[in-house]
């Protein structure tokens, strides 16, 4: 009885809960809430939406300002673990990404950004010597250009961005999510898939034709590398589930959707990146992650 009457006290209008001692409120009192509850809701005011709007503004420079000065501290704080992947100007653009994420999916984003970063620059040291000596190892000593960051990253900068403008719509933020951790679960795949299939594929064959191949060659594949390209882009996406940026569906729609990104990848290199100057590796892993994280939403949105 001391409860019900707190809440009450606390959440009721005076007119309606009667007095503190619990006694019920006038039936008059009662008539004119019933007269009240049916009357049709007003339509907002544009004074609401202008208020609205710049509480959302408001909320958003805050989220970014936080996102800026940590993020920035982080950098200072690891510039000598980011400069061994990373080349001075893709740190830079890095920074502008790993905000946009931090501002967008918090902490957890966050992570798995950090988590994409470091596993996929541990994975292109395996095998190292023998990829220096087949003429496979990453261009600039395996760090990465800016290029390399936004055909990483580019996707999922989006996903952030549109994540911030549209804060307010949850449906649409998930579906969001889910592409953020599509793109870079793909791109994980892809890397270590590419990575240990140069080191240590006995077999590797064209994706277009099914024909074998030197290593290294754009649009090969294998089963050594395809088979850790799976498992990279698995425990990613259990991760990003663990932390609950997305739910089971999300999670299944999330890898299927790396999958087939990933061997869009393949079959573009086997196919049209030859053949035009533009495809460059960097502009093929663009479309790839673009690929995955579309996929991610759509399928998440047909699963429900």
């Not at 990404?97 to 984003?109: D, E, H, I, V, Y």
């Not at 960097?282 to 479309?287: K, L, P, R």
Request: charged fraction near 15%; aromatic fraction near 8%.
């Amino acid at each position: 009885g001391a409860v019900m009457l707190l809440l009450k006290r606390t959440f009721l209008p005076k007119h309606i809960r009667g007095d503190v001692r619990g006694r019920p409120a006038r039936s008059g009192a009662r008539q004119e809430v019933g007269a009240s509850s049916l009357a049709p809701r007003r339509k907002p005011l544009s004074s609401d939406r202008v208020s609205s709007s710049g509480h959302v503004a408001k909320v958003l420079l805050r989220d970014v300002g936080q996102a800026v000065a940590l993020n920035s501290t982080v950098f200072i704080l690891g510039y000598k673990a980011l400069s061994s992947g990373l080349s001075n100007a893709a740190i830079v653009h890095s920074w502008v990404l790993g905000t946009a994420c931090l501002a967008a999916f918090q902490w957890k984003g966050y992570v798995l950004v950090c988590l994409y970063f470091v596993a996929g620059t541990l994975v292109t040291k395996v095998g190292k010597r023998i990829k220096m000596e087949e003429g496979t190892y990453e261009r600039n000593e395996g760090k990465r250009t800016p290029a390399s960051v936004w055909g990483s990253g580019f996707a999922a900068f989006v996903c952030a961005l549109l994540a911030l403008w549209f804060a307010e719509e949850e449906r649409l933020c998930a579906l969001l999510r889910a592409g953020f951790v599509a793109s870079f679960a793909s791109k994980l795949s892809d890397t270590v898939a590419s990575e240990i299939g140069k080191a240590y594929g006995k077999t590797t064959i064209l994706i277009s034709t099914m024909r074998p191949v030197p290593r290294g060659t754009d649009g090969a594949i294998s089963v050594e590398g395809t088979m850790a390209g799976l498992v990279a882009s698995g425990v990613y996406v259990v991760f990003a589930l663990m932390l609950g940026l997305v739910n089971t569906a999300g999670a299944v729609a999330c890898t299927v959707a790396a999958f087939l990104a990933n061997n869009f990848e393949s079959l573009l290199g086997a196919t049209v990146q030859q053949k035009y100057d533009l495809l460059n590796n960097d502009v093929v892993n663009m479309s790839q992650i673009s690929v995955a994280a579309l996929s991610a939403a759509l399928f998440l949105s047909l699963l429900g």
